[in-house]
């Protein structure tokens, strides 16, 4: 039997791509315009996803804004929807890179920006001539 090896790139085709799924979101931010304390504490850290909002003496707080998948359950109820603003941070990009397994997906990042930053110096290059 002889068998043979093939190196390829995913831009060759998908199945030399070592990424299962490749993702962003903005950062999510929710910002509570009053004080939520008892049952409302409790109905509002229900409306999000576990680790969002934590109660603290009481109170409802934002803990960790970054695990809110974005249900916008909040909204559906009328004493929590004008009580509570959910934004995004514009200038702030959650990655998600899932691997195959064949390359580390903090690897795969690295590699992406690499390649990016070649391509950028090739663009202004062509720029560069087309200005001059």
Do not use: W
Request: proline fraction near 4%.
């Amino acid at each position: 039997m002889e068998l043979y090896a093939v190196k390829g790139i995913g831009s060759d085709h998908a199945k030399f791509s070592p990424v299962a799924t490749a993702s962003y979101r903005l950062m999510p931010e929710i910002q509570l315009l009053q004080p939520f304390r008892g049952h409302l504490a409790e109905k509002l850290k229900d409306c999000f996803s576990p680790g969002v909002i934590e109660i603290v003496d009481g109170e409802a707080v934002v803990k960790c804004a970054r695990l809110d998948t974005g249900s916008r359950e909040v909204l559906r109820h009328s004493e929590l929807a004008d009580k509570v603003k959910l934004l995004k941070v514009r200038d702030h990009f959650i990655f998600t890179i899932e691997s195959t397994g064949a390359l580390d997906p903090l690897d795969l990042m690295r590699e992406a920006i690499r390649i990016l930053k070649n391509k950028c110096k090739i663009y202004r290059k062509e720029l560069d001539v087309l200005t001059t």
